[in-house]
């Protein structure tokens, strides 16, 4: 079973605002990664951070990390409808496999 | 540079069926990981394979096989298809060297229904 929850499960905003996901594991973990996923089709790596990083940026895209809470969230600001898609966490919890969670659906509207 | 390859897109079984999925995975990658994604979840990890063995399983029957061959390509066979079968599988590849940590590359997926 998936050890990953996000919330929310689907978010609809209008175009240039900013949308917030958040992400709760249940594990310890070495990093913990976010992907996007269009029309379910191949996902496509956004950005990764390790168990001793709080935030990280990646152009409209911050991820923070708080491991004593085991959670991290995804921001990305300014939005555009290109960003319509589903996004999941990720955890890594060794070498061999990540635990995804359920994912957010996330509708960019004009 | 061609990024990983799935084949085929799109499968259509029926129960009891026998099935193999393919997986090329990026240039400089040797770590395959395969992945089973039914409608509406998240990927859920079916294994992974490294120097051509098994190097982790996910909780998956042992219906599901697998196998990677010298030149790090691999496959995903599922026997006596059922139902609840039926998913997007996805395979993931690692950069040569990093013991299967960091970044995932994943191929688009095979989208298999089982009738």
């Known amino acids: 079973s998936q050890q990953g929850e996000e919330d929310p499960q689907a978010l609809s905003i209008q175009e240039g605002e900013n949308a917030t996901m958040n992400c709760s594991y249940k594990t310890s973990i070495n990093n913990l990664q976010w992907y996007r996923q269009n029309s379910g089709r191949g996902l496509v790596h956004l950005i990764l951070?390790?168990?001793?990083?709080r935030e990280k940026h990646s152009g409209r895209l911050r991820v923070t990390l708080d491991t004593s809470k085991k959670s991290s969230s995804l921001l990305i600001t300014a939005s555009r409808a290109a960003d319509t898609a589903s996004y999941f966490c990720a955890s890594r919890q060794g070498a061999q496999k990540l635990v995804f969670g359920q994912g957010t659906r996330l509708t960019i509207n004009p | 540079d061609a990024g990983v390859t799935q084949s085929p897109t799109h499968l259509i079984k029926t129960r009891g069926q026998q099935v193999t999925l393919r997986c090329s995975p990026k240039s400089g990658h040797d770590t395959v990981s395969w992945y089973q994604q039914a409608l509406g979840q998240g990927p859920q990890f079916i294994f992974q394979?490294?120097?051509?063995?098994?190097?982790q399983r996910g909780n998956f029957p042992d219906r599901f096989s697998g196998h990677q061959f010298p030149n790090y390509s691999s496959e995903l066979n599922v026997n006596a298809l059922l139902l609840g079968d039926s998913a997007l599988y996805l395979c993931?590849?690692?950069?040569?060297?990093?013991?299967?940590?960091?970044?995932?590359?994943f191929g688009p997926g095979t989208r298999l229904t089982v009738l």
């Open positions: 394979y490294y120097e051509e063995e098994e190097r």
């Open positions: 993931a590849s690692n950069l040569r060297g990093s013991g299967g940590w960091g970044e995932q590359f």
């Open positions: 951070i390790r168990s001793n990083e």
